[in-house]
């Protein structure tokens, strides 16, 4: 049996409590008259409102009768206009009824409406048992009725209803003798572990948009297409228009080094899962990856959404601060809820020193605004229950709020230095393979003790400064390219010794370090990742 949601037991203690009127925000209009019919009907609920009469209006078909929504097509002219419903609503007979306005909030801009709206309310508080329950997706409260109406959000598809939803869609493909037979085996013979991960994929879809995307799935690859999946949850980012939707095909094999960061990740690739939370285990808050610049700091998060096979959002702060008063916290309010729509997923944050700076002075330079964007935010860090992993960046650590660095907001703060030799020659490996050249013809040794204290961004460019040398003069890449490229950079460890020298001291008290101690630590951590690799692949 699929779980009740939090805002059906909302509805339900609502109307109990004789609340005259309140709004349901949702786009799943079906889905929400039929919970509400559920509490009017159902034995799960309480008996004293199972007897409640339900009647339903559209400005195309008038006031109906819940049972009449789908057999009976003939509209009831009289009562199509808003004026007419709510006067209907007082004329009504019967007592003992929930009417279900779909719609309603074009209307509320007509002073005339509001005013009557008003009125029904102050006429059904004294007359009797009816209860007005507003749908749509949107309902701005004009300040007249701030008092009389209460606003609650409709619950987005538990993980129950989408198994349910899922294991229905199979049915109906089992049944089907349309399909090939053998593709009917193999839907039928989906093991439970797959379908958590395609209802892992569908969280944060509305029921209509799963059931779409679960069709499509089966009509484009003959199974359920996790990727397509994710596909669906884009077009919601796009819409939302603040985050942005990262698409990487990048891994952790593709990052050089820190291997103690990598098998943190590892240990925690499955913690998302409903049998962590049967195991005890809190789902992770995130991660602050806080490092010299150019350490490959923005690189792991992208490889972390394409390891932890969750969709990664990319959050710049800068787009929440905007002209008029009130509306930069309305903006982070609208990313936590676009967010938490689309969990689980990572929510990447990229030099967050820079997005909230000058939280202490926000008082004087921009009237506190900058500071109740950042209190709104890392208060929803610490309380946040949807399965949202932060992950964010830092260079400069003496920018943050001491309170954004305490223990809650984050699992673990890892700080990535510059790279040690051993970790060099992973990255000019991993560079050359990317830049289609054999690492066996050059002298990595050599490589490496040239780029002493240079970091991952400045030994990939180097690379590509030696093949711009080489491709200039028709040859392949030399070592001497690569060579001549490092002997004429002058690395950031210089410029900025001073910096990055205060950044060690920090982080040697405050944070983990990413990078391994030893050889075996080293050896380890690779075993591990190429198990899972072997684990995970479809061979």
């Not at 985050?243 to 094999?253: A, C, K, Q, V």
């Not at 499955?270 to 923005?298: H, N, Q, V, Y």
Request: glycine share 4%.
């Amino acid at each position: 049996m699929a779980k009740i949601s939090k805002t059906t037991r909302e509805i339900e203690l609502m109307i109990i409590a004789r609340y005259v009127c309140f709004a349901v925000l949702t786009f799943e209009e079906d889905r929400i008259i039929k919970s509400i019919y559920d509490v009017c009907t159902s034995e799960r609920f309480n008996p004293s409102i199972s007897q409640k009469l339900i009647k339903i209006w559209s400005c195309t078909k008038g006031l109906r009768k819940f049972e009449e929504r789908f057999e009976n097509e003939e509209a009831d002219e009289k009562t199509k206009d808003p004026i007419e419903v709510l006067d209907e609503i007082v004329r009504d007979v019967d007592s003992n009824v929930v009417y279900l306005l779909c719609d309603f909030h074009p209307y509320l801009e007509d002073p005339t409406v509001r005013r009557k709206i008003k009125d029904t309310i102050q006429f059904c508080e004294i007359s009797g048992r009816k209860t007005i329950i507003f749908i749509s997706p949107v309902f701005e409260l004009p300040i007249e009725l701030e008092k009389y109406i209460s606003i609650i959000d409709f619950d987005l598809p538990y993980s129950e209803d989408l198994k349910e939803e899922l294991n229905n869609v199979i049915t109906q493909i089992v049944e089907n003798d349309k399909f090939l037979e053998d593709d009917r085996k193999k839907i039928a013979s989906l093991q439970e572990e797959d379908k958590e991960k395609v209802v892992k994929s569908l969280q944060g879809l509305t029921m209509l948009e799963a059931s779409r995307v679960l069709s499509r799935s089966i009509v484009a690859t003959k199974t359920f297409d996790c990727k397509m999946m994710l596909d669906e949850k884009k077009q919601i980012i796009r819409k939302a228009g603040i985050l942005e939707y990262f698409s990487t095909d990048i891994d952790l094999s593709q990052v050089g080094g820190f291997p103690i960061l990598k098998n943190w990740l590892i240990n925690r690739k499955e913690a998302f899962s409903d049998k962590a939370r049967e195991f005890g285990l809190p789902e992770p808050k995130g991660i602050l990856l806080l490092g010299i610049p150019g350490t490959g700091k923005s690189l792991c998060a992208k490889a972390m959404g394409n390891f932890l096979t969750l969709p990664l959002l990319r959050f710049d702060v800068g787009k929440v601060f905007g002209a008029l008063v009130g509306s930069s916290e309305e903006r982070v309010r609208q990313v936590v809820k676009t967010a938490e729509s689309i969990a689980p997923c990572i929510l990447f944050i990229d030099e967050i020193e820079k997005g909230f700076s000058g939280v202490q002075s926000s008082t004087f330079s921009d009237s506190g605004t900058t500071a109740r964007v950042f209190g709104s935010f890392i208060s929803w860090m610490q309380d946040k229950k949807a399965p949202v992993f932060v992950v964010a960046t830092a260079n400069d650590v003496s920018l943050l709020p001491p309170e954004f660095l305490r223990k809650g907001r984050f699992d673990e703060i890892f700080f990535m230095d510059l790279p040690s030799d051993q970790e060099r020659e992973e990255i000019f490996k991993i560079h050359f393979i990317a830049r289609k050249q054999d690492y066996e013809r050059f002298d990595l040794q050599r490589l490496i003790s040239l780029t002493h204290d240079f970091n991952g961004a400045e030994i990939e460019q180097s690379i590509i400064s030696g093949l711009y040398i080489a491709f200039a003069q028709k040859i392949e890449l030399q070592q001497k390219h690569v060579e001549i490229a490092i002997k004429e950079m002058i690395p950031l460890s210089t410029t900025m010794k001073e910096q990055i020298e205060q950044l060690r001291t920090w982080a040697s008290r405050r944070a983990r370090s990413a990078s391994f101690q030893t050889i075996t630590d080293r050896e380890d951590i690779k075993r591990k990742i190429s198990q899972l690799e072997m684990l995970e692949s479809p061979e």
